[in-house]
Structures are given as structure tokens and as C-alpha cells.
């Protein structure tokens, strides 16, 4: 596995913006795929954005046209860009990364959205 620190989170009220980072502590080999996920409580972690090598990206439609994911090869590093954010995007927002060998998990950062 490979140590995943993440950045960004934050408390937010309700149309504004906020960029979560996450930097593995290694190069990170393709194939890959780059993921951020969310939890609120008493409800399972769900995918919100993922990012292959190739540059293939997918949202969960709550999020299509409002987050961006973008990531880094050298160092390997995954952004989540969130725009009008709204208050049902409050969670904890994990980044991951998957490879062939790996599947790593941030320790988490809380979003909080108010109204």
C-alpha cells in the first residue's frame, strides 16, 4: 500500500467552492485509476469522481457539471475541484488510488456544506 495524504476540507456555505488535494508518498504505476469518495453517517461510501491513466474521468450524477477531478503523474496526486456546492455534498470525502497491487485510502476530510 501507499500513504495518501489529502488536504482541502473545509466548512462552506451553500454556492461556494472548495478543492480537496490528495499526494500519494510514491509514484503511483499505471494502469491506475483515481477515485474520491464520500461518507455521511449511516450510509455507505459512494463513489463521486474517479480518473483512469488513459484520462477516462466519471461522476456520480449529483455532481456532474459542478466537481472536477484532475490528477498528477510525478507526484501522483488527485484534485477534486467543487463548485455550487450544495448542503447534501456534506461528508467525509475520502481520495483512493487503485492499481494492479495497490488499493489505498486517504484518511478522510470533512466537507461541510451549510445552508
Known amino acids: 500500500q501507499v500513504e495518501l495524504v489529502e488536504s482541502g476540507g473545509g466548512l462552506v456555505q451553500a454556492g461556494g467552492s472548495l478543492t480537496l488535494s490528495c499526494a500519494a508518498a510514491?509514484?503511483?504505476?499505471?494502469?491506475?485509476?483515481m477515485g474520491w469518495y464520500r461518507q455521511v453517517p449511516g450510509k455507505q461510501r459512494e463513489l463521486v469522481a474517479s480518473?483512469?491513466?488513459?484520462?477516462?474521468?466519471n461522476y456520480v450524477d449529483s455532481v456532474k457539471g459542478r466537481f472536477t477531478i484532475s490528477g498528477d503523474n510525478f507526484p501522483s496526486s488527485v484534485f477534486l475541484q467543487m463548485d455550487s456546492l450544495k448542503p447534501e455534498d456534506t461528508g467525509v470525502y475520502y481520495c483512493?488510488?487503485?492499481?494492479?497491487?495497490?488499493?489505498?485510502w486517504g484518511r478522510g476530510s470533512q466537507v461541510t456544506v451549510s445552508s
Open positions: 483512493n488510488f487503485k492499481t494492479l497491487a495497490i488499493n489505498s
Open positions: 510514491a509514484v503511483i504505476s499505471r494502469p491506475y485509476t
Open positions: 480518473l483512469t491513466s488513459d484520462g477516462t474521468s
